[in-house]
């Protein structure tokens, strides 16, 4: 059975920083691409940042660009997202999600699996 499980949110101030972790089990971690993604009340589902199968295939939406950072360690079938300079705008449920393909993807239909998130709430 494969789990996703994501933990880190919280409630911060804006200007902090917060790191997500997503631990999977399951299935051969190494073999699939990763996501993040961002639900605020109200809003539908918005893609945040993904990486390949290897480290060196990542890519982030234009609105986390130079805040956010993705990571993955294949020994610890995890993947992690630092977010930086944390803003009220971000306030969300993070979701990570797994996709068994080379590729990387930014539409929510194109993964297999799903945590059942972590919320970051962030203050003015």
């Known amino acids: 059975?494969?789990?996703?499980?994501?933990?880190?949110?919280?409630?911060?101030q804006?200007?902090?920083?917060?790191?997500?972790?997503?631990?999977?089990?399951?299935?051969?971690?190494?073999?699939?691409?990763?996501?993040w993604f961002r639900q605020a009340p109200g809003k539908e589902r918005e893609f945040v940042a993904a990486i390949g199968r290897s480290t060196g295939n990542i890519y982030y939406a234009d609105s986390v660009k130079g805040?956010?950072?993705?990571?993955?360690?294949?020994?610890?079938?995890?993947?992690?997202?630092?977010?930086?300079?944390?803003?009220?705008?971000?306030?969300a449920a993070y979701y990570c999600a797994a996709n068994p393909s080379f590729g990387i993807?930014?539409?929510?239909?194109?993964?297999?699996?799903w945590g059942q998130g972590t919320q970051v709430t962030v203050s003015s």
């Open 14 to 35: 804006a200007g902090d920083s917060l790191r997500l972790s997503c631990a999977a089990s399951g299935l051969t971690f190494s073999s699939y691409s990763m996501g």
């Open 67 to 91: 805040r956010f950072t993705i990571s993955r360690d294949n020994a610890k079938n995890s993947v992690y997202l630092q977010i930086n300079s944390l803003k009220p705008e971000d306030t």
């Open 105 to 113: 993807w930014t539409a929510p239909a194109r993964y297999n699996y």
């Open 1 to 12: 059975q494969v789990q996703l499980v994501e933990s880190g949110g919280g409630l911060v």
